[in-house]
């Protein structure tokens, strides 16, 4: 640098100059090439450098800035804070994979036309997504929740937070005036921040399992809040702290549940012993609800991820790289735990009827199976009401006609409309129906929800050909799959009013887990029991 004498503790730098330099105010980074210290000098601090300008710089004060930025722990900013809040943000976005602030056209976002004058995005690019997220505009609750339920499937939470970061730090076009850049702080900048702190609140509030599943991910979610604080969004800053200390305070100590009203007194005592247990001895109304407990449990534990991608339907082959490796992350844990236990049960339903070679003995078994379906129903349990009613139907068992045929009348009704209430016509009509009708807490049939997700993963593209080339994501896919992710969590939120009896609930998890046949084994047993009729004996029987 060219020493060129002092002006006013200025080096090289007129007043005149200064003062014009106030009035252009380019951003931080303008400060490099305009002051400057001789070689043989050490150069001061940068805060004492601008301390110094501050003599000569007009302090100008936003009039009035957004009272919920205010509320967030915003202060009221001068254009000096101005400049320096740009000089952090610069060295904090320096690398940036994805591009902001690009100007909307056919080649980056599609959206149609909304209520009041709100446009609903139908797809669009990665940055355009994440822009929509935290418009400065206005904010979108229903984008908003559709986003967090769905991201997985076009990005991860790792590049989310990152692109929410660069968003945080959005920075005004280059060359901008003293109103320009005030104008850009409080129409844009002090929006977006805004809307940033909404989505990582909702995050943490709703998804928290995101931060404590992705290794660095709360780590660095700290970072972006201490920058919070740093640009003056104390308050914001100390309300996500506080989420993430509660949240974390729920996932080491067990949830325990109040209810306001006691719950029924179990039929089995938790003291007996399971030897006594059995399908006929333990109460049909007990059986029910410790079975609803436990699968009550597993479906609450269903996360929105699980649901994307068809996560559930892979096999480890077809879920790692190369199509062959003995190493396999189930995406969807919970789902294909469901979907494992109503085969268990299912199958356990068969094993019990084909296990009595006595007639009287199958009859009896079917109708304690047909009390305890009618007891499934009334705690709202769809899902196990469909395993029995699988088991009675898989054809070794379905095929049984003597043994149907002495079903008693009162209980053959009562199966009769069990079954035209969860029957699969017309894609789950009547089950649907029935749901609808249905108060929490309940246990959906998992299978209408898995079906409709199939249905829209199989005839919806996740990109949008908006041609030349250009793939956006469709969102509008990934709208019509948190709307099936909604319904799903709909009856997530409510537990069963009813005491655990844990050596029943485990004699009845244990004993409906065991695969006893195999598919020959259970079509043997079948004609075992009631051997194929001839023609002969079909027509004198009619």
Same mark, same amino acid.
């Not at 505009?137 to 929740?145: C, I, R, S």
């Not at 919970?334 to 199958?347: G, L």
């Not at 769809?382 to 045929?405: H, K, Q, S, Y």
């Not at 069990?418 to 609808?436: C, I, V, Y």
């Given at each position: 640098?060219?020493?060129?004498?002092?002006?006013?503790?200025?080096?090289?730098?007129?007043?005149?100059?200064?003062?014009?330099?106030? +009035?252009?105010?380019?951003?931080?980074?303008?400060? /490099?090439?305009?002051?400057?210290?001789?070689?043989?000098?050490? +150069?001061?601090?940068?805060?004492?450098?601008?301390?110094?300008?501050?003599?000569?710089?007009?302090?100008?004060?936003?009039?009035?800035?957004?009272?919920?930025? /205010?509320? +967030?722990?915003?202060?009221?900013?001068?254009?000096?804070?101005?400049?320096?809040? #740009?000089?952090?943000?610069?060295?904090?976005?320096?690398?940036?994979?994805?591009?902001?602030?690009?100007?909307?056209?056919?080649?980056?976002?599609?959206?149609?036309?909304?209520?009041?004058?709100?446009?609903?995005?139908?797809?669009? &690019?990665?940055?355009?997504?994440?822009?929509?997220?935290?418009?400065?505009?206005?904010?979108?609750?229903?984008?908003?929740?559709?986003?967090?339920?769905?991201?997985?499937?076009?990005? &991860?939470?790792?590049?989310?937070?990152?692109?929410?970061?660069?968003?945080?730090?959005?920075?005004?076009?280059?060359?901008?005036?003293?109103?320009?850049?005030?104008?850009?702080?409080?129409? /844009?900048?002090?929006?977006?921040?805004?809307?940033?702190?909404?989505?990582?609140?909702?995050?943490?509030?709703?998804?928290?399992?995101?931060? /404590?599943?992705?290794?660095?991910?709360?780590?660095?979610?700290?970072?972006?809040?201490?920058?919070?604080?740093?640009?003056?969004?104390?308050?914001?800053?100390?309300?996500?702290?506080?989420?993430?200390?509660?949240?974390?305070?729920?996932?080491?100590?067990?949830?325990?549940? =109040?209810?306001?009203?006691?719950?029924?007194?179990?039929?089995?005592?938790?003291?007996? !012993?399971?030897?006594?247990?059995?399908?006929?001895?333990?109460?049909?109304?007990?059986?029910?609800?410790?079975?609803?407990?436990? $699968?009550?449990?597993?479906?609450?534990?269903?996360?929105?991820?699980?649901?994307?991608? #068809?996560?559930?339907?892979?096999?480890?082959?077809?879920?790692?790289?190369?199509?062959?490796?003995?190493?396999?992350?189930?995406?969807?844990?919970?789902?294909?735990?469901?979907?494992?236990?109503?085969?268990?049960?299912?199958?356990?339903?068969?094993?019990?009827?084909?296990?009595?070679? !006595?007639? !009287?003995?199958? =009859?009896?078994? =079917?109708?304690?199976?047909?009390?305890?379906?009618?007891?499934?129903?009334?705690?709202?349990?769809?899902?196990?009401?469909?395993?029995?009613?699988?088991?009675?139907?898989?054809?070794?068992?379905?095929?049984?006609?003597?043994?149907?045929?002495?079903?008693?009348?009162?209980?053959?009704?009562?199966?009769?409309?069990?079954?035209?209430?969860?029957?699969? !016509?017309?894609?789950?009509?009547?089950?649907?129906?029935?749901?609808?009708?249905?108060?929490?807490?309940?246990?959906?049939?998992?299978g209408v929800f898995l079906t409709d997700l199939t249905f829209i993963e199989d005839?919806?593209?996740?990109?949008?050909?908006?041609?030349?080339?250009?793939?956006?994501?469709?969102?509008?896919?990934?709208?019509?799959? *948190? *709307?099936?992710?909604?319904?799903?969590?709909?009856?997530?939120? +409510?537990?069963?009013?009813?005491?655990?009896?844990?050596?029943?609930?485990?004699?009845?998890?244990?004993? &409906?887990?065991?695969?006893?046949?195999?598919?020959?084994?259970?079509?043997?047993?079948?004609?075992?029991?009631?051997?194929? $009729?001839?023609?002969?004996?079909?027509?004198?029987?009619?």
């Amino acid at each position: 640098a060219e020493y060129m004498g002092y002006d006013e503790d200025f080096r090289g730098i007129s007043a005149p100059r200064i003062g014009a330099f106030g +009035t252009r105010t380019l951003w931080a980074a303008d400060f /490099t090439p305009v002051v400057e210290w001789p070689k043989e000098r050490p +150069t001061p601090p940068w805060g004492d450098v601008l301390k110094n300008m501050q003599i000569r710089l007009r302090h100008v004060t936003f009039a009035q800035e957004q009272s919920q930025y /205010t509320a +967030t722990g915003g202060a009221q900013s001068t254009l000096l804070e101005a400049l320096m809040e #740009q000089k952090r943000d610069a060295s904090a976005v320096e690398t940036k994979r994805v591009v902001f602030g690009e100007r909307d056209s056919a080649a980056n976002i599609i959206c149609d036309d909304g209520e009041a004058n709100r446009e609903v995005v139908r797809a669009g &690019t990665l940055a355009k997504l994440v822009e929509r997220l935290t418009y400065e505009k206005y904010p979108d609750p229903n984008y908003l929740a559709a986003f967090l339920l769905t991201y997985r499937s076009f990005t &991860t939470p790792t590049e989310l937070l990152e692109l929410l970061a660069d968003r945080f730090h959005v920075r005004p076009p280059s060359g901008a005036s003293g109103e320009e850049l005030l104008r850009f702080k409080k129409n /844009t900048q002090i929006p977006i921040r805004i809307r940033v702190f909404n989505v990582l609140k909702h995050w943490l509030d709703k998804h928290f399992y995101d931060f /404590t599943d992705v290794s660095g991910l709360l780590q660095r979610l700290n970072m972006l809040i201490s920058d919070m604080s740093e640009c003056g969004m104390k308050n914001a800053s100390e309300n996500l702290s506080s989420i993430i200390a509660k949240r974390e305070a729920q996932e080491q100590r067990e949830k325990r549940i =109040v209810f306001d009203q006691a719950p029924p007194e179990p039929l089995v005592s938790d003291t007996a !012993d399971p030897a006594t247990f059995s399908l006929l001895t333990v109460p049909a109304r007990e059986f029910a609800r410790q079975l609803t407990l436990r $699968e009550s449990a597993m479906y609450r534990s269903i996360k929105p991820a699980e649901c994307l991608n #068809q996560e559930w339907a892979k096999k480890p082959s077809e879920a790692t790289e190369g199509g062959a490796s003995s190493y396999f992350v189930d995406k969807a844990p919970h789902i294909r735990a469901m979907i494992e236990r109503f085969n268990s049960m299912s199958e356990y339903v068969a094993v019990e009827i084909l296990q009595q070679s !006595d007639l !009287d003995a199958r =009859v009896q078994v =079917v109708v304690r199976f047909i009390e305890i379906a009618s007891e499934l129903r009334a705690l709202n349990n769809f899902n196990g009401v469909m395993e029995i009613l699988a088991g009675c139907n898989l054809t070794p068992v379905f095929r049984l006609r003597r043994t149907w045929d002495a079903v008693p009348p009162r209980a053959m009704a009562k199966f009769k409309e069990l079954s035209a209430e969860m029957s699969r !016509d017309f894609n789950f009509k009547a089950p649907r129906a029935a749901l609808a009708m249905a108060s929490p807490p309940a246990v959906p049939y998992l299978g209408v929800f898995l079906t409709d997700l199939t249905f829209i993963e199989d005839g919806n593209n996740d990109f949008f050909d908006a041609g030349n080339g250009v793939k956006l994501i469709s969102f509008e896919k990934r709208r019509r799959i *948190a *709307a099936v992710i909604s319904d799903i969590q709909q009856f997530q939120q +409510t537990p069963y009013c009813l005491k655990t009896v844990q050596r029943l609930a485990d004699w009845i998890f244990e004993h &409906t887990g065991r695969r006893v046949y195999s598919e020959a084994e259970f079509y043997a047993k079948s004609l075992e029991a009631e051997p194929r $009729e001839t023609r002969a004996a079909n027509l004198q029987s009619s």
